[in-house]
C-alpha cells in the first residue's frame, strides 16, 4: 500500500558529498515514520537513520553520525539522507523503509524500496 522509490546513489570519492532521495506513495506518507538502511557485499543489512512524521524525533547510527542527515518533506512525499565526509565504508546498496512505529531493526519496518547503490572510491 505504500510504495518507495529511492534515487540518487552514484559513485562519489572519499570525502566527498552525495544526497539520496526516496519518493513514497500509496498511504498518507506523514503518519509513518520512515528509515534509512544500507547493505555491503558479504554483510547484513544494517539501519543508518530514522525520522518521525514530523521531523521531532531523530536518530543515526553511530557509524554516520555528525556525516549523514536525515529529512523528510511530507508536502512532496520525499525522504533525503544527506551523506557528507563519505568514506570507502559507506559503500553500499541503500534503502528507504517506512513503519507505523519507532523502530532501528529492519524486521520492524512494512515497506521498503528496491535500493540505489552508493560507491565511494579511496
Known amino acids: 500500500q505504500v510504495q518507495l522509490v529511492e534515487s540518487g546513489g552514484e559513485l562519489v570519492q572519499a570525502g566527498g558529498s552525495l544526497r539520496l532521495s526516496c519518493a513514497a506513495s500509496g498511504r498518507t506518507f506523514s503518519s509513518y515514520y520512515m528509515g534509512w538502511f544500507r547493505q555491503a557485499p558479504g554483510k547484513e543489512r544494517e539501519f543508518v537513520a530514522r525520522?518521525?512524521?514530523?521531523?521531532?524525533?531523530?536518530f543515526y547510527a553511530d557509524s554516520v553520525k555528525g556525516r549523514f542527515t536525515i529529512s523528510r518533506d511530507n508536502a512532496k512525499n520525499t525522504v533525503y539522507l544527506q551523506m557528507n565526509s563519505l568514506k570507502p565504508e559507506d559503500t553500499a546498496v541503500y534503502y528507504c523503509a517506512a513503519t507505523n512505529v519507532i523502530a532501528t531493526k529492519g524486521s520492524s519496518y512494512d515497506y521498503w524500496g528496491r535500493g540505489t547503490q552508493v560507491t565511494v572510491s579511496s
Open positions: 525520522i518521525s512524521w514530523s521531523a521531532g524525533r531523530i
